[in-house]
């Protein structure tokens, strides 16, 4: 059993900023990816941003320059830092961890609302 619990959304004024995490705990070991994905009610569930385990990044076009994702591999954790939100970065955002022991497995956090008011 894998548990994904994220924290850190929350009310924000445009311009504002929050801080994302997700920590991954149970059987789960060689984590590869970790990132953060985005959902507003009637769209898909869109890709903000991305980390592998070597530290690669890869962001959404529309978050890059004021979004971060960095990880804390001993602690099992990815983090997003939200800088210069928007009112349109408003949505449900969703943790995702892969890792791939003993095949890959993609995990999903629970989701936590982040709403930017203009």
């Known amino acids: 059993q894998v548990t994904l619990v994220e924290s850190g959304g929350g009310l924000v004024q445009a311009g504002g900023s929050l801080r994302l995490s997700c920590a991954a705990s149970?059987?789960?070991?060689?984590?590869?990816?970790m990132g953060w994905y985005r959902q507003v009610p009637g769209k898909q569930r869109e890709l903000v941003a991305l980390?592998?385990?070597?530290?690669?990044?890869n962001y959404a076009g529309s978050v890059k320059g004021r979004f971060t994702i960095f990880r804390d591999n001993a602690k099992k954790t990815v983090y997003l830092q939200m800088n210069s939100l928007k009112p349109e970065d408003t949505a449900v955002y969703y943790c995702y961890v892969q890792d791939l022991i003993p095949t890959i497995n993609d995990y999903w956090g629970q989701g936590t609302q982040v709403t930017v008011s203009s």
């Open positions: 980390i592998t385990s070597g530290g690669t990044t």
């Open positions: 149970g059987r789960i070991s060689d984590i590869n990816r």
